[in-house]
Nanobody
């Protein structure tokens, strides 16, 4: 059974920080690229950050310099450190695993930024 479980979402004020975690099971974690996506009400789901098996990372322009994606292969976990949060970061954040086009998704965790 493949399982991706996100945690760490919540309500924060603008300028605050959150650290999201995604614990994976049922996949060969180290062979999967891992990503974070988000979907805000009335908007399409968008890529926030991705980390490849090599450790190479990429970010949406809107979060560069504020968010950091990392992975711990020993713990089968990917993280998203979010700093200097803005109201426009409000969305449901989803964890994603991708191995040669075979894709799995977590259930999502809500992030709400108020000001």
């Amino acid at each position: 059974q493949v399982q991706l479980v996100e945690s760490g979402g919540g309500l924060v004020q603008a300028g605050g920080s959150l650290r999201l975690s995604c614990a994976a099971s049922g996949i060969f974690f180290s062979r999967n690229a891992m990503g974070w996506y988000r979907q805000a009400p009335g908007k399409q789901r968008e890529l926030v950050a991705r980390i490849e098996t090599s450790g190479t990372t990429q970010y949406a322009d809107s979060v560069k310099g504020r968010f950091t994606i990392s992975r711990d292969n020993a713990k089968n976990t990917v993280y998203l450190q979010m700093n200097s949060l803005k109201p426009e970061d409000t969305a449901v954040y989803y964890c994603n695993a991708d191995r040669w086009g075979v894709v799995y998704w977590g259930q999502g965790t809500q992030v709400t930024v108020s000001s």
